[in-house]
């Protein structure tokens, strides 16, 4: 729920992402670290986002990242839907961390109703919970959609902005946060993703995230990757899709933390096995023990 | 979730009278630019002429290719008419990966249980020296729009989608389409996990290619094999392999994992062209034609396993189906004379074996009491399997069926005692199809 001291400010439709990113860029520049961080106690609202034109986007995304042809939008095409709000919260003046640059450390998302393409959606998001970490501060980007007044999905993207400084002490207990990470061997896997250099442009074509890192090798460089680097959501929603609807469920949580960024081309070994009530993904670079990611489905 | 199996319901027997196929050939050599429908044909026409069914209408001929081209989507019914059975001869294409030969048997025997038909053909075929080679997905994609589109321009539009690198031919590849990993990979992850050694799968290939050619030394495919092309072995068989050479071999799968890798060329079979059959009826039918009754099809399983989700080994179906199949039939494992395990790869044959010597396994993922048993190692695969016959996929299943129906009749008719085989097929997908076999009162 937005937080009782947030002002609403209402959009008439969901902002174009390619605009907000020219947006960003420009604001990222002037974005620098002084004193501590404060967040624009802001949320943004669409009321009746209407999907009914959205089959040919969902049949794009559903054939990208391998979910099965359905009217269901999976939590990742939710996640693609939400994002532009929540982006355009990222590049008001006063949210004080630049667009760019800014690192995807988690997602945790939860499906509680399953929602259906022509549905009528509300669509909020803001910014909540500066905190610290030991690189910087991390933010949590907060989207949700509602149907007839109902909350069907929520998803809480936590980014981290190097050379931050968070109001107040270090969040303790935080195991991202320490530097230390318990020791980890890749499990035997269960499925290996080929994924070519045009990865980041394919998942940038279906999510609108054309953000440069992800498009090209020079885009990447003056962030000090190597190559393109695969999106992290792109990661999540493969594995998500793998799962699959027989065992994610209507309602379903989907969480994901992010390790290592996975270098374009690259062939990632993924190991998806039943924990717990759910099931556990982890992916890593084949034939080493760079972790890219891990994450969690589990049927609420 | 086990269930208590359902007592066997009482109908008429399938008998299996023989088996034809053509020696089986190692992709790229003899069987070069020869297509399935010329094996499955050919094999076909071999039982035709070894039991006199020219002119036969018989009740039906089902089998199939797992590599397969859309052109033919009548592949056994177009065979058959290339054959001398009666043109009235129905037939159907069946596909089940590796298992479409044993799972063709089982549709075809269950209508002669059921006295649908009286007769029947149950086979398969595949070749990968004429495997189909597909467009790429993008080029389908802009063909398919260009001919839906009304106007020249909208023609002239949709193939202007084409890029240069939509024009690279697909190959058909053996990798699963949820995991992208190749079916050696799989059981690479599969050997892994039981700790299956390089050794024991060799010890598995050195058996497979001495049993072989001790059974073709001894006459044993004489009546199961017509030669074709010029070939009259199976030519993938090594006589002369010895341990020592088998140890020179590189892995080739399970480089990545961080156990040591094992599979090799040798301990895995190679891609290979060609086609088997097997007659069946009902006992009727064959003593009016006085033909001989080799064995009873008696009755099968198959299963499927989650491989997706990391729950168990792609090839692992198996060893969920045989529990299941020898309940039913208030069997164990001790009332087996012969082992018949497709030896996709040797590790196969030991993953599954060791399921079934590990009680933990067997109580949490079968749903038994405790171990399901050991497999008497002299009754596994004593006239050789596909690790040295080759592995047409499809073609697999009727090889072993009428290996089967030969070595309980002998058996029987030596023993004066009823004897059984056990017919285990794993298949991509996670399936896994499993039959038993079982000689008649005229063999014993």
Same mark, same amino acid.
């Given at each position: ?15 174009? +992402? ?46 990208? +990242? ?147 890192? !992800? ?30 609807? %027989? ?54 | ?198 050794? %024991? ?101 198959? %299963? ?6 990391? !729950? ?29 395990? !497709? ?29 399901? #048993? ?5 009754? +596994? ?8 016959? #080759? !592995? ?53």
């Amino acid at each position: 729920m937005v937080p009782a001291s947030y002002g609403v400010t209402e959009l008439d439709r969901l902002p174009r +992402l390619g605009g907000l990113f020219a947006k960003g860029a420009a604001g990222s520049v002037t974005k620098r670290p002084k004193g501590a961080v404060r967040l624009p106690e802001v949320s943004y609202r669409v009321a009746g986002v209407d999907t009914s034109g959205e089959a040919a986007h969902l049949a794009a995304y559903q054939d990208l +990242l391998g979910e099965p042809a359905s009217d269901v939008l999976p939590a990742g095409f939710l996640h693609v839907l939400a994002f532009p709000l929540a982006t355009a919260v990222m590049v008001r003046p006063d949210f004080p961390l630049p667009l760019l640059g800014m690192v995807h450390l988690r997602n945790v998302a939860r499906v509680l109703r399953p929602v259906r393409l022509g549905e009528a959606l509300e669509v909020r998001a803001w910014a909540q919970d500066v905190r610290g970490h030991r690189r910087g501060v991390q933010v949590d980007l907060v989207a949700e959609v509602l149907v007839g007044g109902e909350l069907a999905y929520q998803g809480v993207s936590t980014y981290l902005a190097k050379g931050f400084t968070a109001p107040g002490a270090a969040a303790p207990g935080e195991p991202a946060d320490d530097g230390t990470r318990p020791e980890w061997t890749a499990p035997l896997p269960t499925a290996r993703w080929t994924l070519g250099g045009g990865t980041g442009r394919a998942y940038g074509a279906v999510s609108g995230d054309l953000n440069p890192i !992800h498009t090209s090798a020079l885009g990447a460089k003056a962030f000090g990757f190597p190559r393109a680097i695969a999106h992290g959501m792109y990661t999540a929603a493969r594995a998500l899709a793998e799962v699959g609807p %027989a065992l994610r469920g209507d309602r379903y949580e989907w969480t994901v933390e992010f390790f290592r960024p996975v270098l374009l081309p690259s062939t990632v070994d993924v190991a998806i096995r039943p924990a717990g009530d759910g099931l556990v993904y982890d992916g890593w670079r084949s034939g080493k023990g760079t972790r890219h990611l891990t994450g969690t489905v589990t049927p609420l | 979730m086990s269930t208590t199996p359902s007592p066997v319901p009482s109908t008429r027997e399938a008998v299996i009278i023989g088996g034809n196929r053509i020696p089986f050939s190692r992709a790229g050599k003899k069987y070069v630019r020869t297509s399935n429908q010329d094996m499955f044909t050919a094999a076909l026409e071999g039982l035709v002429a070894r039991f006199g069914l020219q002119g036969e209408r018989l009740g039906e001929v089902a089998g199939g290719a797992v590599l397969k081209h859309s052109k033919n989507f009548n592949l056994i019914r177009e065979s058959v008419l290339g054959s001398s059975l009666a043109p009235t001869t129905p037939a159907y294409d069946v596909q089940q990966a590796c298992a479409t030969g044993l799972e063709a048997a089982i549709a075809v025997t269950n209508k002669i249980k059921l006295g649908q038909i009286e007769s029947a053909v149950a086979g398969g075929t595949d070749t990968v020296s004429d495997a189909p080679i597909v467009v790429s997905d993008r080029l389908r994609a802009a063909l398919l729009d260009a001919n839906h589109a009304k106007t020249t321009s909208a023609k002239i539009k949709a193939l202007l989608q084409i890029r240069p690198k939509d024009l690279a031919p697909v190959s058909p590849s053996t990798g699963e389409p949820r995991t992208h990993l190749s079916m050696g990979e799989h059981q690479a992850i599969t050997t892994a996990a039981w700790g299956i050694t390089r050794e %024991a799968q060799d010890e598995i290939a050195l058996a497979s290619h001495q049993n072989l050619a001790r059974a073709w030394e001894a006459g044993f495919f004489d009546d199961l094999v017509t030669p074709f092309k010029g070939l009259t072995r199976d030519d993938n068989l090594r006589a002369d392999t010895s341990l020592e050479k088998l140890a020179k071999l590189r892995p080739v799968f399970g480089a990545s994992l961080d156990a040591p890798a094992t599979m090799t060329a040798g301990n895995s079979t190679p891609l290979t062209d060609g086609a088997s059959t097997v007659l069946f009826s009902s006992r009727e039918w064959a003593e009016e034609r006085e033909l001989p009754i080799l064995a009873k099809f008696v009755d099968a399983e198959t %299963a499927a396993v989650d491989f997706v989700h990391g !729950h168990e080994g792609l090839l692992m179906a198996p060893a969920a189906a045989v529990p299941r199949l020898l309940a039913r039939n208030g069997l164990t494992l001790e009332d087996i004379d012969f082992f018949e395990i !497709h030896e996709a790869f040797a590790s196969t044959v030991l993953t599954t074996l060791a399921a079934w010597e590990d009680e933990e396994y067997c109580r949490t993922e079968l749903g038994l009491d405790g171990a399901f #048993g050991k497999v008497d190692r002299s009754r +596994l695969n004593v006239n050789g399997s596909s690790l040295a016959a #080759g !592995h047409p996929f499809a073609a697999t299943g009727g090889r072993i069926i009428a290996t089967a129906a030969k070595l309980v009749s002998a058996k029987a008719k030596e023993t004066g005692q009823p004897a059984r085989a056990l017919i285990s097929v794993c298949a991509a997908g996670g399936l896994g199809a499993v039959a038993l076999v079982e000689s008649t009162d005229n063999a014993a």
